[in-house]
């Protein structure tokens, strides 16, 4: 949602950043969709009186990765952190982020260091006390629903056991490389291009080297899928434990 005033308390007008992202190389070699993405804040500028003084976009760069390891969007951070500019402004907020919790952070950011986040998509206005509260609100039920799905999961975990299933070895990877490596898969990655983003965003695999391969994303994914199909069979003997 727009920012509340087209003007700093200096009498300038707020100086915009226009950020956009695609994730996949097919998005980025058409341009259409960071076209779109640009257009919407630059009509936004227009109906607002802000000035575009930017337009930065990461090309296939997935909403997985954080956005200290997206090369533009660092930029646009630091040039906002040290007053340069004064709003980012996106057209969708899971351009930014895929959680309520990240978009939450980066906004506590953007207040701690004097700039503005402006979601064109956020129907309420992020820099007023209802917008922070509903912000808030849905990052406190996001949280919730992961701890609710966390201790779950652990309960099915402990029936399972006591009931004799085999759940397979501890995985070796952290539960950020497998979501990683599941996101970018869901967003059409081949393994050669998650190896290579694994590597360049300096995570380690079990052998302690950033040094990934096809065959290394190859056994990760296994890991992920045989940890998922682990879960559901846990879950499933968790049910029939309480119908007992």
């Known amino acids: 949602m727009p920012v509340s005033s087209t003007l700093r308390p200096e009498g300038r007008l707020l100086r915009v950043v ?3 992202r695609v994730s996949t190389g097919t998005q980025a070699q058409s341009g259409l969709g960071t076209e779109a993405q640009h257009r919407a804040v630059d009509r936004e500028a227009h109906a607002r009186g802000w000035q575009v003084v930017s ?3 990461d090309d296939a760069v997935s909403g997985t990765i954080p956005t200290e390891r997206r090369p533009k969007l660092r930029t646009a951070l ?6 340069e500019l004064d709003v980012l402004a996106v057209a969708r907020s899971d351009r930014l982020a895929r959680s309520a919790i990240e978009l939450l952070q980066l906004h506590e950011r953007a207040e701690a260091e004097g700039w503005t986040l402006a979601a064109l998509d956020t129907p309420i206005d992020l820099t ?7 912000i808030g609100i849905r990052a406190l039920f996001a949280e919730f629903e992961a701890a609710m799905a966390g ?8 029936v399972a056991k006591r009931r004799g299933v085999r759940l397979g070895r501890p995985s070796q990877h952290s539960e950020t490389t497998k979501a990683l490596a599941a996101g970018l898969r869901a967003d059409g ?3 050669g291009q998650i190896a290579a983003e694994l590597a360049e965003a300096g995570i380690c695999t079990p052998n302690g080297n ?3 391969t096809r065959s290394s994303v190859q056994s990760l994914l296994r890991t992920i899928e045989h940890d998922r ?3 559901a069979h846990a879950e499933r003997h968790a049910t029939d434990q309480h119908r007992l």
């Not at 630091?78 to 007053?83: M, P, R």
């Open 189 to 191: 990655r081949s393994y």
């Open 55 to 57: 337009r930065i976009t």
């Open 151 to 158: 201790a779950r999961t652990s309960e099915a975990l402990d």
């Open 229 to 231: 199909q682990a879960h």
């Open 128 to 134: 007023e006390p209802e917008g922070r509260l509903y």
């Open 210 to 212: 950033t040094e990934w």
């Open 18 to 20: 226009s950020y956009a």
């Open 78 to 83: 630091w040039q906002l952190a040290s007053g």
